[in-house]
């Protein structure tokens, strides 16, 4: 008679080892889903992420002959999805503090210290102005100034078509300056760790997307700190 095997039981997803699409002694890159590779990781000291917006379809619903024809191509309705709010919670919950870009389009808490990037953009009619950040912090609301590619006109090199100014992560780590550990679990083209790089911090970036993996990797191998 042969012995009944016992079911192999699911591994708990916090003791899987994950190996890193990219390491070096500040920035530790990961390739996949945030939910997946999350439970592995250890608190960090700050959240500083710009998740989608879920505005895909609004762009594509006004048609062509606007400043924004580039996510459109881009397809942006099928990539720029609002992200669940229990994952948001999360990903909040990983972290000591959080400023959570584009927190507008989430329900999130109230906000006691809320962050503007003003993009001054005087000719651009079909674009955002400025952009909000949600943090939770308690005090007096920020304002940074900086028109990082004017209207797609690129002042800085631009390899994400949501890519934040890097002076703009600078900045915001720069009001957090006991952060040693940074998070990003929609990294981009990993924007926030070169400024963690730049700032003397560690920091950890997740992306679904092997394309933008690779360009983030690239920005920190071959030094290219835009």
């Known amino acids: 008679m042969q012995t009944a095997h016992k079911p192999i039981a699911t591994p708990d997803p916090s003791s899987v080892p994950i190996n890193p699409f990219y390491q070096d002694a500040s920035c530790t890159i990961y390739h996949g889903d945030c939910r997946e590779i999350l439970p592995s990781l250890e608190k960090v000291d700050l959240l500083l992420t710009d998740p989608p917006y879920g505005i895909g379809d609004r762009l594509v619903k006004g048609g062509s002959g606007h400043s924004f024809d580039s996510l ?25 503090n959080q400023i959570i870009w584009g927190g507008n389009f989430y329900p999130l808490p109230a906000c006691k210290e809320p962050l503007c990037w003003d993009k001054i953009r005087p ?11 949600w943090t939770s912090f308690t005090g007096r609301a920020r ?11 690129a002042k800085e090199a631009r390899q994400h078509p949501t890519q ?6 600078r900045w915001c780590l ?3 300056p006991d952060a040693v550990t940074i998070l ?8 926030t760790l ?17 394309k933008f993996c690779e360009i983030a990797a690239e920005r920190l191998r071959q030094g290219v700190l835009f």
């Open 143 to 153: 304002l940074f100034s900086y028109c990082g590619n004017g209207g797609f006109v």
């Open 194 to 210: 070169v400024a963690a790089k730049l700032e003397g911090r560690k920091a950890i970036g997740i992306e679904i997307s092997e």
């Open 184 to 191: 990003d679990p929609f990294m981009g083209s990993g924007t």
């Open 174 to 176: 720069a009001l957090v």
């Open 164 to 169: 934040k100014p890097l002076a703009l992560m």
């Open 72 to 96: 459109i191509k881009g397809r942006s309705n099928e990539w720029d999805i609002l992200i669940d709010m229990t994952l948001i919670q999360s990903l909040m919950d990983k972290a000591k």
């Open 123 to 133: 000719n651009q009619k079909n674009l955002s102005e400025w952009e909000y950040g």
